[in-house]
């Protein structure tokens, strides 16, 4: 069975709290439980983490080489400035789609600018909680070319 990682960064557990407006009012654990059950449908395990810490992350993006197939990321903040995750997502042979619940690139300035897209294999932005099916979708299409043996 493959396996799946969704990794969300700062502030992310306080979805339903923070700017509904903005990001909505469904909680984290309730878009973690939508991917869980989009997982299960398409015969995927997938195993949520959530950090503040940027180390901590990191870490969880190393620890992923080896144990799951893809990774479906919203780095939240981290997003705008952090080469430490650029960098472990880059070095990492699992593939990441970046997601984002709101358009970055319709928001203030410093957000439109994503430092960790380039070593992903796609970015979605903008879908709200429907953008992290959009991003899994995008893994299971990458998976369809693999096991082609392209």
Not at 56 to 81: E, F, K, W
Not at 120 to 140: H, M, N, P, S
């Amino acid at each position: 069975m493959r396996k799946v990682l969704l990794m969300n960064g700062p502030n992310l557990n306080m979805l339903g709290v923070r700017d509904p407006a903005i990001y909505g009012s469904d909680t984290l654990a309730s878009i973690e439980q939508m991917v869980e059950e989009y997982g299960r449908a398409h015969g995927v395990q997938v195993d949520c983490f959530q950090s503040n810490h940027e180390g901590a992350l990191v870490d969880a993006l190393q620890a992923a080489r080896g144990n799951y197939d893809g990774i479906v990321y919203n780095p939240g903040a981290h997003t705008h400035y952090s080469y430490a995750l650029h960098d472990a997502v880059e070095c990492i042979d699992v593939p990441v789609v970046e997601i984002h619940i709101s358009d970055i690139s319709k928001r203030e300035e410093f957000r439109r600018t994503s430092v960790i897209a380039p070593a992903c294999i796609a970015q979605v932005k903008g879908l709200g909680k429907e953008g992290y099916l959009r991003a899994f979708d995008i893994l299971l299409k990458s998976w369809e070319g693999a096991e082609d043996g392209r």
